[in-house]
């Protein structure tokens, strides 16, 4: 057994919970604080805000394809859109002067930046799904 396949399972595993992290986190504690009898309140913004944690599972879960070879294409592409959107949301942030306060965040703007931040949720649920469709892949018995 070589290095490769000792440190592929146990990489896909912590990659996709730290990669599932930024998307679970508003929704659970949104629903902790309906529970506790507090009012409807989403931070729809905190998938963004969590990016590091995103794409430290997106790099766990690449290394683990590549070492697998499987799922490599969409590993690679997931991460690398997850990465491109997050740019795209903190520069059109700042081009447009929603950044620096310079104009108010609404019409064509506030647009903008929103369509990039869900293209990066989007990204960031295909590398979630990356993780769990390569943990299928390497955790099936194979038929004997």
Same mark, same amino acid.
């Given at each position: 057994?070589?290095?490769? &396949?000792? @440190?592929?399972?146990?990489?896909? @595993?912590?990659? &996709?919970? @730290?990669?599932?992290?930024?998307?679970?986190?508003?929704?659970?504690? &949104?629903?902790?604080?309906?529970?506790?009898?507090?009012?409807?309140? =989403?931070?729809?913004?905190?998938?963004?805000?969590? =990016?590091?944690?995103?794409?430290?599972?997106?790099?766990?879960?690449?290394?683990?394809?590549?070492?697998?070879?499987?799922?490599?294409?969409?590993?690679?592409?997931?991460?690398?859109?997850?990465?491109?959107? =997050?740019?795209?949301?903190?520069?059109?942030?700042?081009? &447009?002067?929603?950044?620096?306060?310079?104009?108010?965040?609404?019409?064509?703007?506030?647009?903008?930046?929103?369509?990039?931040?869900?293209?990066?949720?989007?990204?960031?649920?295909?590398?979630?799904?990356?993780?769990?469709?390569? =943990?299928?892949?390497?955790?099936?018995?194979?038929?004997?």
């Amino acid at each position: 057994m070589n290095f490769g &396949t000792m @440190v592929r399972k146990p990489l896909v @595993v912590v990659g &996709t919970i @730290v990669a599932a992290l930024p998307l679970v986190a508003p929704i659970a504690f &949104t629903v902790m604080r309906l529970v506790s009898g507090g009012s409807l309140l =989403f931070d729809y913004l905190m998938p963004a805000e969590l =990016f590091p944690l995103a794409i430290a599972g997106g790099l766990m879960i690449l290394v683990a394809s590549l070492l697998s070879k499987r799922r490599r294409w969409l590993a690679i592409g997931s991460l690398s859109a997850a990465a491109a959107f =997050f740019l795209g949301i903190t520069v059109g942030a700042e081009l &447009t002067g929603l950044a620096s306060g310079l104009h108010p965040a609404e019409g064509w703007r506030l647009a903008l930046v929103s369509v990039f931040l869900v293209l990066f949720i989007a990204a960031e649920i295909a590398i979630a799904a990356c993780g769990i469709l390569l =943990f299928r892949d390497l955790f099936r018995k194979r038929a004997a």
